[in-house]
């Protein structure tokens, strides 16, 4: 990680609930906040480590995954600007390991707070409480879902939610089989077999490393289908 020059004053912005904490916490967070910037790519939390910083992203992508015994992967969630990472608030709080990987998806601007300071603010400023434990709640919701997803979803409907949620107003998607299958949870081969079903249909066009959708209304109705 590398230290950003930007402006300890300025970075406080992507935080709104935190603008509201009394003037000495304020005070304490400024002052001891580290800035850093982290390369794309970078491990930013490894499975089985401690944390030893409460992370604040400012600008950029983290994402967390966790990786099983088998090799496969599963992306839990991703961490964008203005938020924290509940396995990171977790390790934290009960001073157990980070339970998954972490890695930054863009180049990320972040604050680090040592565990000191965080716990320290933790006790004495109830806006920081109140931010913490909020992002916490929803962060746990989407865990919830993605498990309900997993789950219960069917994977042709989750395929198509995929596409066309990656998508936005365009027509391509760049991703390999295994990328897809990481964000769902589930084998490449899965996907694989999935996606020459779509293609067989008409719906999609498959070439490496890249996906055209071709008939993106067949892919919506499926995509806001009711599981059975």
């Given at each position: 990680m590398a230290s950003?020059?930007?402006?300890?004053?300025?970075?406080?912005?992507?935080?709104?609930?935190?603008?509201?904490?009394?003037?000495?916490?304020?005070?304490?967070?400024?002052?001891?906040?580290?800035?850093?910037?982290?390369?794309?790519?970078?491990?930013?939390?490894?499975?089985?480590?401690?944390?030893?910083?409460?992370?604040?992203?400012?600008?950029?992508?983290?994402?967390?995954?966790?990786?099983?015994?088998?090799?496969?992967?599963?992306?839990?969630?991703?961490?964008?600007?203005?938020?924290?990472?509940?396995?990171?608030?977790s390790s934290l709080m009960t001073g157990r390991e980070y339970g998954a990987q972490a890695v930054?998806?863009?180049?990320?601007?972040?604050?680090?707070?040592?565990?000191?300071?965080?716990?320290?603010?933790?006790?004495?400023?109830?806006?920081?409480?109140r931010f913490v434990f909020s992002v916490y709640s929803t962060r746990i919701s989407d865990l919830l879902c993605l498990i309900e997803e997993v789950a219960f979803g069917r994977i042709d409907m989750r395929l198509a939610q995929l596409l066309i949620g990656h998508t936005g107003a365009g027509s391509e998607l760049k991703a390999t089989h295994y990328e897809l299958a990481t964000e769902l949870g589930t084998a490449r081969e899965v996907i694989s077999r999935q996606l020459k079903d779509f293609e067989r249909r008409g719906w999609v066009k498959l070439f490496r490393g890249r996906i055209e959708l071709t008939e993106r209304a067949a892919l919506s109705e499926l995509a806001n289908k009711t599981s059975l």
């Open positions: 950003m020059s930007q402006s300890k004053e300025t970075w406080i912005s992507a935080f709104p609930m935190l603008e509201g904490l009394d003037r000495p916490s304020l005070a304490r967070m400024v002052q001891n906040a580290r800035l850093v910037t982290i390369p794309a790519g970078s491990v930013v939390f490894q499975d089985g480590t401690p944390s030893n910083d409460y992370t604040l992203v400012i600008e950029g992508v983290v994402r967390v995954q966790k990786l099983s015994e088998t090799g496969r992967e599963i992306v839990l969630y991703r961490v964008e600007e203005g938020q924290s990472c509940v396995l990171n608030t930054a998806e863009s180049e990320v601007k972040a604050v680090l707070l040592s565990a000191e300071v965080f716990h320290s603010l933790l006790a004495s400023s109830a806006p920081f409480r």
